[in-house]
């Protein structure tokens, strides 16, 4: 990587001579930043169509004017982050900027501003950077200059492909400043927009905002449906990938499955939708093992979690527990089959008018009297279950919503949700597991280290659902005829 963008450092007798012919940029010419000026091509972009997502964000701009009339609301995109010294983490917009608009541009800035007159409605204006001045030098002298980050939309252009007027965002902290009536700012994305808002916003209100953009993306539209089809999809080959190489992982470590989904998910889209989970033997007890530097051996289950996130950003996360050799021992087989038997239960439950609970509920009554029947704690079974006893090994609800963020819609409140009823168009993950811990001494030896989970992503529809990540084989013979194969080629 290069050096952060600064002109090269002249020599001690040469740079005051230099700070004095050009007091903005010190080690620049007269002659080398008149040069920089002129000799460039007309690059603007004509004749755009709007991106595929403009019309669906344009209705869930209308839906949200309705929900907060007469209120300016401003949704910022947010701001680059320091990963050390003078390099930035990769950039993600925040959901709800994106949900709206369908851009990622960072320091981009939403703004719905109440019609005057009292008319109903708002008037959006996305405010964003134009392109690099090169008169002044902003081009190549400054780091977040086209030269060294790249071509970024002019604001017709971004007009064009949005499909909203579009201003320097610049002038939209002094123009907040200035503004009156009552506001509302998604919080936590943008410390500066935050600032000029100060006397004019409350947190309660802002929080009002924040849970209506999350509960409003409770019910997916098609064009959301089909990226996470897209994003299961390439998750799909992306465990495909992995199988293909455990002999390269049983070589090296963890670390060699997650960096192959990785590749998968940078090729095929934008980036992992969350920190792939790719643990091999006990590690598959953790549910968050996202280390990934654990040895891989044969014999042991690898519990692979990973979700492709589209270019567009919307999300896959699914779960197949793999045994390493190709073939489930006994006892490892037995525990994968009780959890596939709950997951059966819980897809099941998914559907139109049911309890959003329910596919929980009838997930945890199947382990529990797995776990019942094979002695591991005393039944029955309804009395495991009103004192949550089984949650020694089955750790964690079935299931969340999913979409933009891997657990979509969190900050919905409990009775739209946990306590809600479900409809079509909500997606949302089954994965019902069970982990004995490597130290648990209440369960047979044979059992301790064995962690398994199985994830699909399920689309409610009109009649029932629709498991999105069907190509992806569960039950224990097909997982293991499915390994056979791809080890073949």
Not at 160 to 167: I, M, N, Q, R, T
Not at 322 to 344: C, F, H, M, S, W
Not at 430 to 444: I, K, N, R, S, W
Request: hydrophobic residues 35%; glycine residues 8%; charged residues 30%.
């Amino acid at each position: 990587m290069t050096d952060a963008p600064t002109p090269e450092t002249p020599g001690e007798d040469e740079q005051p001579i230099k700070q004095r012919k050009n007091g903005l940029y010190p080690g620049v010419s007269d002659e080398l930043a008149e040069n920089m000026k002129s000799g460039w091509a007309d690059t603007e972009l004509r004749d755009l169509q709007p991106i595929e997502q403009a019309p669906n964000a344009a209705l869930r701009r209308t839906a949200l004017s309705r929900r907060f009339p007469g209120e300016r609301l401003v949704i910022p995109a947010g701001n680059l982050k320091t990963r050390s010294n003078d390099t930035e983490y990769a950039f993600r917009a925040s959901t709800e900027y994106v949900y709206l608009t369908g851009d990622q541009t960072d320091d981009s800035v939403l703004v719905l501003e109440p019609r005057a007159g009292g008319a109903e409605g708002h008037d959006a204006t996305l405010y964003r950077l134009p392109r690099s001045n090169r008169e002044n030098g902003e081009f190549w002298l400054n780091g977040m200059g086209e030269l060294w980050v790249g071509r970024r939309n002019s604001l017709s252009e971004s007009e064009a492909l949005l499909g909203v007027p579009c201003k320097d965002v610049r002038e939209l902290t002094s123009a907040l400043a200035e503004a009156t009536g009552p506001v509302r700012v998604v919080r936590g994305h943008d410390a500066g927009i935050e600032a000029a808002l100060t006397d004019k916003v409350t947190a309660e209100r802002d929080e009002e905002l924040r849970v209506y953009l999350s509960e409003a993306r409770l019910v997916k539209d098609e064009f959301e449906i089909g990226e996470l089809q897209k994003a299961v999809d390439s998750t799909v080959r992306g465990f495909e990938d992995v199988v293909k190489v455990l002999d390269k992982a049983e070589a090296t470590s963890e670390r060699y499955i997650e960096g192959t989904f990785f590749l998968r998910a940078r090729v095929e889209g934008n980036d992992v939708g969350y920190g792939s989970i790719c643990a091999a033997g006990p590690h598959a007890t953790t549910l968050h093992w996202v280390r990934n530097d654990g040895q891989v051996r044969s014999g042991d289950l690898l519990l692979l979690d990973a979700g492709v996130e589209t270019t567009t950003l919307y999300t896959a996360d699914v779960t197949r527990t793999l045994p390493i050799n190709g073939r489930y021992t006994e006892l490892q087989r037995k525990i994968y089959d009780a959890v596939y038997e709950a997951q059966e239960a819980g897809i099941a439950a998914v559907k139109p008018g049911a309890k959003y609970r329910d596919f929980h509920d009838a997930a945890q009554r199947v382990l529990t009297t797995k776990l019942v029947e094979w002695g591991l704690v005393e039944g029955p079974v309804e009395r495991v279950l009103e004192l949550g006893l089984q949650r020694r090994w089955t750790l964690h609800g079935t299931g969340h919503m999913l979409g933009l963020d891997v657990h979509d819609c969190a900050a919905a409140r409990t009775e739209t949700y946990v306590a809600g009823t479900l409809e079509p168009g909500m997606v949302l993950t089954v994965e019902p597991g069970l982990y004995f811990q490597a130290d648990d001494l209440t369960v047979p030896e044979e059992y301790r280290g064995i962690g398994v989970r199985i994830e699909d992503d399920i689309l409610v529809t009109e009649d029932g659902n629709r498991n999105l990540s069907a190509a992806l084989p569960r039950t224990s013979a097909a997982v293991e005829e499915w390994m056979a194969g791809l080890l073949a080629k």
